[in-house]
């Protein structure tokens, strides 16, 4: 017989049964879900390529290598190139692998100048990356920028391949780039007498030009936009009180800083497209970022700005080329004259009616202005520092111009722009070419796996992409120790022909322009250059950068000897934006006498 008692115990056990249960089950349940999000952790870290080195840290981070760039931005002051060079020295070895997208295969990073000439102009079995795309895709979407080589790409650079011919460069180009670049000259020497001996800000005035340069080549002389001209007047328009108030701080070394004018809607919406650039580089996920930034109200309002202003351009060059007709009447002055041509005749040929206003036209020619301007005025601000803290040089190549521009001498003027580009200036090339070198204005070049294939003997999968640094190891600094054997057959076959290049180690790190003389002249294959890329997909607009920058050079070093300026302004620390920007370029200005002035 069973007592009460017992009975109250047995059904007390019961009544807990449900509530074990519960806890069993959660339990369970729990040690899924954490197990998958383990799992999740674990397929969501970096999968580091086999043999590659890498920084180990990086490979059990979600972040990867994200976290140690920052805290090197952060602490150095430096930028993503700066850190990557570091990285490399670290594991000294010249390919490494970074961690930077998640749930992304890793960046391969190469600093050997003979593997990355070989991968950028023998080897079939890389193409052009997709980094690059992604950064303009806003910008000009159907740009020929984003097409395989193999997939279009050469169809439509049709368009534009004659504009970077001597023809159209020396003869249409170079005329109306001397014109602004002119203006700015005349702006130099009114802040050169206010200043007196100051130093000023010049990377400002070099990028104005710059891109007054660049839309001059696309729109042609009577394009009426520009930003030296505002700037110009603004400091033309100081009177004595004005100029006092600048002149406030007594201590010569103080920088002097000059009132800017009011840039119209044009300029403004142009110069506000291309800096959404900067805000995408570096991001994740650039796609995104792009997405975001494009919403903004300000961005859409100067996207209709310049859908609208390149429209008008076309209409007018339209209307010029129907009215010249068909003969040899037509007259090109303009890379946007030359398009309209151009796709007049494609269409005649394949039997089609022209589209002068297509995404493509409008891409191409806005093209040349976000990729034009940036390049040439990084490099010039880097030129500038260069030369001011190396007067020996910045006299010898001042000595070869006056040699070579004998009748502009003895004539007290500027050399005109048919002297500029047709005397053979050997010391000039040589340091445009030294200063390509060591600025590292594009930092890296970028190639992408199409199959699988190798580098340096590690296996590298189809889709990979390899960043070559342009001012890493054995470009600017002593090239890493590699086994012959690990290279590529055709890389091995560079060396034994004896085509290899390389610098000396003792003075790869210096300025010197001397580098690219031999036997007194100048040989662009002296030594390892990357500084547009190499091969098939190599900068398209090189030839115009180097036109723009023997104008600017010439100009400024005829009138202006460039002191040095004070250490706390001349640091060569760098900023990474659309490019590899000097963080501080200023300038301090000596009027030379051999120039007749006003």
Known sequence: MVSSGSLSHVFAQDEKFPESSTLVAFIGVASIVLFLLRSLYRFALPKPFPGIPYNEA???????????????????????????????????????????????????????????????????????????????????????????????????????????????????????????????????????????????????????????????????????????????????????????????????????????????????????????????????????????????????????????????????????????GSGEDVVIKSAVDHLVMKERSFAEKEQRKPDYFSRIMIDEIFGFVFAGYETTSTTVSWALKFLADEPSIQTKLRTAMLDAYVDAKVEGRNPNIQEITSKHVPFLNATMEEVLRCSGTAPVVDRQAVVDTEILGHKIPKGTIITCLVTGPSMMSPGFEIDGKMRSSTSQQTIREGRDRAWDPEDVTLFRPDRWMVNDDFDPTAGPQMAFGLGTRACYGKRLVYVEMRILLVLILWNFELLPCPASLSSYKSVLIMTNEPRQCYVRLKELDHVMKD
């Open 58 to 324: 990086s490979a059990h981070r979600l972040l990867g290598d994200v976290p140690d760039v920052i805290s090197h931005i952060k602490n150095t002051d430096g930028t993503f190139i700066t850190y990557l060079k570091e990285s490399m020295i670290k594991l000294n070895a010249p390919l490494i692998q970074v961690f930077i997208k998640p749930l992304s295969t890793p960046l391969l990073i190469l600093a050997d100048f003979r593997e990355a000439h070989d991968l950028l102009i023998t080897r079939k079995e890389f193409d052009r990356s997709p980094s690059l795309s992604d950064l303009v895709k806003g910008l000009v979407p159907e740009h020929h920028i984003h097409l395989p080589t193999e997939g279009g790409w050469r169809a439509q650079r049709r368009l534009v391949q004659d504009l970077m011919g001597p023809s159209f460069l020396h003869n249409v180009a170079g005329p109306v780039i001397y014109q602004r670049v002119e203006l700015m000259i005349e702006l130099w020497y009114s802040k050169c007498r206010i200043a007196e001996g100051r130093p000023f800000q010049a990377n400002e005035d070099i990028n104005h030009v710059s891109l007054d340069a660049v839309l001059a080549f696309t729109y042609g002389e009577d394009f009426e936009h520009g930003m030296t001209k505002p700037n110009f007047e603004a400091v033309k328009n100081l009177d004595s009180k004005d100029i006092e108030k600048l002149r406030i701080c007594t201590d010569l070394n103080e920088p002097i800083e000059f009132p800017e004018g009011k840039l119209d809607e044009v300029i403004q919406a142009t110069v506000d497209l291309t800096e959404t650039v900067g805000e995408i580089q570096g991001k994740p996920i650039p796609a995104l970022t792009r997405t975001l930034v494009s919403l903004r109200p300000g961005v859409r309002r100067a996207t209709k700005i310049k859908e609208e202003y390149v429209a008008k351009e076309l209409r007018g060059a339209v209307k010029r080329l129907h009215e010249a």
